[in-house]
């Protein structure tokens, strides 16, 4: 007998890491991100797997502190459009 589960995945993609504090700015980029401390990329990895209707689960963010789309956890339609 097989069994067969549907794998969640996040691949994220930060920015230049720093080791400053964290900021709790974690912006979703399309294209090259900027600098993220890298308390705010662990921040957005636990929230992967902790907040419920994640909106990046089986995509690539590529996150940053600096420009692109905030990242909020507003789990809106409104918020995740576009993001498909």
Not at 2 to 15: K, L
Not at 30 to 36: K, R
Not at 57 to 69: A, H, N, Q, Y
């Amino acid at each position: 007998e097989h069994f067969f589960f549907r794998s969640q995945w996040c691949i994220v993609r930060p920015g230049g890491l720093t080791v400053e504090p964290p900021t709790g700015v974690i912006n979703v980029i399309e294209g090259e991100a900027g600098s993220i401390t890298r308390a705010d990329v662990a921040q957005f990895c636990l929230d992967a797997i902790t907040v419920p209707d994640f909106p990046y689960i089986g995509k690539r963010p590529c996150i940053s502190s600096v420009g692109g789309t905030s990242w909020v956890k507003d789990r809106s339609a409104a918020a995740r459009e576009g993001m498909e």
